[in-house]
């Protein structure tokens, strides 16, 4: 089992910059592809990005290809989610998550462990 805590949201002005943390506690983070989502106020939750157990197999949602990084740090059980050039329609609350799986697979659903959620707010 994993635990999942999420930080580093908060209120940026359109074309701004955040970077998101998910700290992982638990058994071996290095054996998780690791992914970032994201639910807008009276919208389902949709998925951003995601990190394979392989730190160079990554993938992006269209909407945010070219603006978001995801990367992950297993010395410090981490993954991040650095956020440039930042839109209104950003705005959501963010979650990372977890999922067990073979070394190159970058899985862009059916997550096995969720964090509580980070708020990021993109104003005008």
């Known amino acids: 089992q994993v635990q999942l805590v999420e930080s580093g949201g908060g209120l940026v002005q359109a074309g701004g910059s955040l970077r998101l943390s998910c700290a992982a506690s638990g058994r071996s983070f290095s054996s998780y592809a690791m992914g970032w989502f994201r639910q807008a106020l009276g919208k389902e939750r949709e998925f951003v990005a995601c990190i394979a157990r392989s730190p160079d197999t990554t993938g992006y949602a269209d909407s945010v290809k070219g603006r978001f990084t995801i990367s992950r740090d297993n010395a410090k059980n981490t993954v991040y989610l650095q956020m440039n050039s930042l839109k209104p329609e950003d705005t959501a609350v963010y979650y990372c998550?977890?999922?067990?799986?073979?070394?190159?697979?970058?899985?862009?659903?059916?997550?096995?462990?969720w964090g509580q959620g980070t708020q990021v707010t993109v104003s005008s």
């Open positions: 998550a977890a999922r067990a799986v073979t070394y190159y697979y970058c899985a862009m659903a059916d997550y096995d462990y």
